[in-house]
Every structure is written in structure tokens, then in C-alpha cells.
Nanobody, 130 residues
């Protein structure tokens, strides 16, 4: 089962930017995976944020982050990133990444948290406040 290590979270002011990084805990390649970023705000369920199929376009973004967040990958580094711009207080959450074979980007973001096999790492904390 694929496990990930997330990093890059921090406390930032509204309007600021962060870039999160996600790498497999093992040496497995992400070539055949759909990878997504998810977040869990205090007192709320985990929700899909931005997802990509490792080999194909387009990506899928939640309406709440569209135009502000961008998911990307570096095949050579086997790493997925989430560039977050114009951060808002409502973006405060623990951010997780996860991978699944055989999913579209849209399906990953919309449905992965409902899978009985969904696996979450420790995540990285993003806090947006003055």
C-alpha cells in the first residue's frame, strides 16, 4: 500500500503563498498513479483539493481553490507539489496527499475519501491567520 510524506506547511498571513511537497514513503514510482491533495479543516470531513493523473492532463481542482492552487509534478524527483497562492483563513487545515491506481483526477478528488481502502499519512499543517 502506497504511503506518502507531506511537507511544507506553515503559518502564513492571508494573501500569502506556500508550496507543499509530497513524496512516497517507499521507493515506488508514481508513474501509474493518480495523486491528490486533500485537507481536513478543524471539525470538518476530509475533502479533495487538487488532483492529477501522473501521466495525463487535465488536473482537477475543487471550486474553493480553483485559480489559487495548482498541483504539479516532477517526474525526475518522483514528487507532487501543491502551490497555494492568495491563501485565505478558510484554507487552514491539515493537508494530506494520497495515490490510487486506475482513477481519473476528478474521481480521485471527489471519491477517494469514501474508499474503504483510503490511507492517510501524518499530513502537514497549514494555518492562515493575521
Amino acid at each position: 500500500q502506497l504511503q506518502f510524506v507531506e511537507s511544507g506547511g506553515a503559518l502564513v498571513q492571508p494573501g500569502g503563498s506556500l508550496r507543499l511537497s509530497c513524496k512516497p514513503a517507499s521507493g515506488l514510482t508514481l508513474q501509474y498513479y493518480t495523486v491528490g491533495w486533500f485537507r481536513q479543516a478543524p471539525g470538518k470531513a476530509i475533502e479533495g483539493v487538487s488532483c492529477l493523473n501522473y501521466l495525463k492532463e487535465p488536473t482537477f481542482d475543487a471550486d474553493s481553490v480553483s485559480g489559487r492552487f495548482t498541483i504539479s509534478k516532477d517526474k525526475d524527483l518522483n514528487t507532487v507539489y501543491l502551490q497555494m497562492n492568495d491563501l485565505k483563513p478558510e484554507d487552514t487545515a491539515v493537508y494530506y496527499c494520497a495515490g490510487q491506481i486506475g482513477a481519473t483526477a476528478r474521481a480521485m478528488c471527489r471519491a477517494y475519501p469514501t474508499y474503504s481502502s483510503a490511507t492517510w499519512g501524518e499530513g502537514t499543517q497549514v494555518a492562515v491567520a493575521s
